[in-house]
């Protein structure tokens, strides 16, 4: 229902930062709220951050408060994650979601039902 590429990965050292980009075409992108997954060879999918429709609210996991940010575009039909402090932990693919349910929650892959094809982020000690 809607297309998602993401671009922004990339090799950082521990420390540093890197900012992803999702775009998204097919659909009116103020009618999705958005989120960030990861998952790292031999784990599971876990839920990074989440922006709600309007913008307005976002969410985190506990691990990333206070280094990342997600926002978005609705105007560049687009959705961010600024990623600061980087730690070794943190390599992973990220995968940008979408969704367009109700009354459902945020921080689970089963709210999203529109998945981009990832994005790598390494950090080096």
């Known amino acids: 229902q809607v297309q998602l590429l993401e671009s922004g990965g990339g090799l950082v050292q521990a420390g540093g930062s890197l900012r992803l980009s999702c775009a998204a075409s097919g659909r009116i992108f103020s009618g999705f709220y958005m989120g960030w997954f990861r998952q790292a060879p031999g784990k599971e999918r876990e839920f990074v951050a989440a922006?709600?429709?309007?913008?307005?609210?976002?969410y985190y996991a506990d691990f990333v408060k206070g280094r990342f940010t997600i926002s978005r575009d609705n105007a560049k039909n687009t959705v961010f994650l600024q990623m600061d402090s980087l730690k070794p932990d943190d390599t992973a693919s990220y995968y940008c979601a979408a969704g367009d349910y109700y009354g459902v929650s945020y921080f689970t892959h089963t709210s999203y039902n529109s998945w981009g094809q990832g994005t790598q982020v390494t950090v080096s000690s």
């Open positions: 922006i709600r429709r309007s913008g307005s609210t976002t």
